[in-house]
C-alpha cells in the first residue's frame, strides 16, 4: 500500500524570530507511488511554540488568506483557501487540543492522486 510522503523541512523564510512575530507554517505532501489514495486526509500537530487564534464569541482570527485560515495547494492548480471551522469545508485548525496542546490542523483530500505533490500552509505568531 502506497505511504503518502511527509516533509516538514523545507525553505525558511527567517532563521530567528522573537515572541509576537508571525510565521507562515506548511506542510509539503507528495504522493510519490503508482496508486490514487482514497480518503487522504494530514493532520498535524500545531508547533508548541505557535500560537494560533480561531475564530469565537470574543476573538478575531488572524486570516491571511482572504479572509480563510488555511491555504491549500494541490500540484499546479491555484491555491484554495480553507476556514479554521470544522464542517465549512475540507480544512480544521483549532487553538487546543493536539499532541502539544496548542492546537491541529487537519484538510481532507478525499483522493490523492498517484504522483501528486502539494502544500498546506497557516500562519500563527511565536509564542
Not at 480563510?68 to 469545508?89: E, F, Q, Y
Amino acid at each position: 500500500m502506497p505511504v503518502a510522503g511527509r516533509s516538514v523541512t523545507g525553505p525558511q523564510t527567517a532563521v530567528t524570530g522573537k515572541p509576537g512575530d508571525v510565521l507562515e507554517y506548511c506542510l509539503a505532501f507528495s504522493n510519490p507511488g503508482g496508486a490514487d489514495l482514497p480518503n487522504f486526509a494530514i493532520t498535524d500537530d500545531v508547533p508548541s511554540n505557535v500560537k494560533v487564534t480561531v475564530p469565537n464569541s470574543t476573538t478575531v482570527m488572524m486570516t491571511p488568506y482572504s479572509g480563510k485560515s488555511i491555504r491549500l495547494i494541490r500540484g499546479n492548480s491555484p491555491a484554495v483557501n480553507l476556514s479554521a471551522a470544522s464542517g465549512d469545508d475540507a480544512g480544521t485548525l483549532t487553538s487546543s487540543g493536539g499532541g502539544a496542546g496548542q492546537g491541529s490542523l487537519t484538510v481532507t483530500l478525499s483522493t490523492l492522486l498517484a504522483g501528486e505533490t502539494g502544500q498546506i500552509c497557516f500562519q500563527g505568531a511565536i509564542r
